[in-house]
């Protein structure tokens, strides 16, 4: 059964699985509007009522298929949690070319600043993509050197100046009820938590079977302030997925060829699963459950069936005996 956790100190509690919204956005395959709806809807019947999207996410069109979802799911929506992003927005105007990975999704490229005026511009536009007043969920979104390079240190500055302020003070006027940043890999944790009392981290990528260092270091800064844990992309684009995935996904990690090294350690944890008749998928998705500070993990199926299976592997029942061994072999780090 997939149960609730505590957002930080809020007053939001979100469903332990959740699902993204990174393959309503098409990114590299195009997904119909009405595949799309039909995941929401098949989500929320298997009790999974968390729904995470941002701009980015076909450049718009994720968040207007979710409005859209909302609208027609009525009364069911009220028990959804919707959360979202900020650090990107659009101008109908722009005649550069449109982001080649999204597939199907808007021709509008983005703009990208995390000053206030950039903050209230893209949640605003959030807000009337997916025909809302509030969120629940708000998260600083890409603020890193993957995607900022030499102007990190300025969009940093940017929003030390004044991007956060206006964070809170959207949370104190009740536009949103949680806030927090959404991160993709170590080293940025410490210095956003300097700027302002985040109640949760999007953790996109490095808290997996594969990856430790993350929950050893930034995830004790998280745990001494009281915030929580939403961990995306625990499957990291395929890698993870075992025999529930293509053999094109199984060779792909983080949306690059895997290496010949990682995917000799994924066999080697993937044999140990087999000895306790679990996949390691199932492993993958419960596996950051074992830091109490974890409220949720988000994942992007793309169509029904990957959607049951996140479903199935969340409710497998997987005994102490495989993590112990997995530790005592060196193929994962000891939890918290």
Request: charged content about 25%; aromatic content about 8%.
């Amino acid at each position: 059964m997939i149960g609730l956790r505590a957002v930080g100190s809020t007053s939001i509690s979100i469903t332990e699985l959740g699902v993204g919204t990174v393959g309503a956005g098409g990114l590299h395959a195009a997904m119909t509007e009405q595949e799309a709806k039909s995941m929401l809807s098949a989500a929320l019947e298997l009790g999974i009522s968390y729904l995470d999207t941002a701009p980015w996410y076909g450049c718009g069109l994720a968040e207007l298929r979710v409005g859209s979802f909302l609208r027609e799911a009525e009364s069911r929506a009220d028990s959804m949690v919707i959360s979202t992003k900020v650090g990107r927005w659009f101008h109908p105007r722009d005649d550069r070319p449109a982001e080649p990975r999204w597939k199907g999704g808007f021709k509008h490229p983005p703009h990208m600043g995390y000053k206030r005026d950039d903050i209230l511009r893209s949640f605003d536009q959030s807000l009337l993509r997916m025909g809302v007043d509030s969120v629940d969920l708000l998260a600083v979104h890409d603020l890193d050197h993957g995607y900022h390079g030499t102007q990190y240190d300025e969009h940093f500055r940017d929003l030390a100046d004044s991007g956060a302020q206006a964070m809170m003070d959207l949370r104190d006027a009740g536009y949103v009820t949680g806030v927090g940043i959404a991160v993709n890999g170590i080293g940025y944790v410490g210095s956003l938590f300097e700027l302002a009392p985040w109640d949760f981290v999007v953790a996109a990528g490095p808290v997996t079977l594969l990856e430790s260092q993350f929950m050893a270091g930034e995830g004790e800064i998280i745990r001494e302030a009281g915030a929580s844990i939403i961990v995306g992309s625990p499957l990291q684009s395929g890698v993870l997925t075992g025999s529930k995935g293509s053999d094109r996904a199984r060779s792909s990690y983080k949306y690059r060829q895997a290496s010949a090294e990682l995917l000799d350690r994924v066999r080697r944890i993937e044999s140990v699963c087999h000895e306790f008749e679990v996949t390691i998928m199932a492993a993958a998705i419960q596996y950051p459950f074992r830091f109490p500070h974890v409220a949720s993990v988000i994942a992007g199926p793309r169509t029904l069936e990957q959607l049951r299976g996140l479903v199935d592997s969340f409710e497998k029942p997987i005994p102490q005996d495989l993590w112990d061994r997995l530790e005592t072999v060196g193929l994962i780090a000891r939890s918290v």
